[in-house]
């Protein structure tokens, strides 16, 4: 439970900060109070759906695959990423305060931001995570309650990579899923 909490938590802070620099960048995007409505949907988007539309995209994709130069199998991937993202952003549009005035800047920008951010946490979110945890003991241990984790970094990842669209952050949080 608590790894749940401390990833959610930073991925939460994650995302706001995100929705805020698309706020502040990208003309006829709104986010305003609805920031934390917005990072709620948004984090939930991204730990179980973005998981699920990645499958089913790539499913559908993956049937014509042999059909594709090596060039345009890689358009098609980078293509089914935006097509991804765009679909989580819009979900984050259709469920919270977010309001966009522009369809360019407000529909087909943002994705692109999302996906750089995320490439970004993907990069930072064992730190994050750790930092989390401490904190998370620190609070336990004041609140006289035990820490229900042992505060271990996490073991590497020996398995041969998926090509599932999943990236490692979710895959671990699905293999906790099915463990817990």
């Known amino acids: 439970m608590k790894k749940w909490v401390v990833r959610f938590a930073t991925l939460y802070v994650f995302n706001l900060a995100v929705l805020l620099l698309i706020d502040l960048l990208t003309p ?14 948004l984090t939930a988007a991204v730990i179980w759906l973005k998981p699920l539309i990645s499958k089913w995209f790539g499913s559908m994709t993956a049937k014509s695959a042999h059909q594709r130069t090596k060039a ?13 993202e765009l679909v989580v952003w819009i979900i984050v ?9 522009n369809w360019f800047f407000g529909y087909l920008v943002p994705p692109i931001f999302l996906l750089i951010a995320w490439a970004i946490y ?29 505060a271990a970094p ?8 998926v090509q599932d669209g999943l990236t490692p952050e979710q895959r671990r949080m699905l293999d906790e899923l099915g463990n817990g």
């Open 28 to 41: 006829g995007v709104r986010v305003g109070w609805g920031v934390l409505w917005a990072s709620v949907i």
């Open 154 to 161: 996490p073991a590497a990842d020996t398995r041969a990579e």
């Open 122 to 150: 993907a990069a930072i979110d064992t730190r994050l995570e750790a930092r989390a945890d401490a904190l998370y003991d620190q609070a336990s241990t004041k609140l006289g309650k035990r820490p229900t984790d042992a």
């Open 93 to 101: 549009v259709a469920l919270s305060g977010v309001t966009v005035h």
């Open 72 to 84: 345009g199998e890689t358009l098609v991937q980078i293509g089914l990423v935006f097509v991804v």
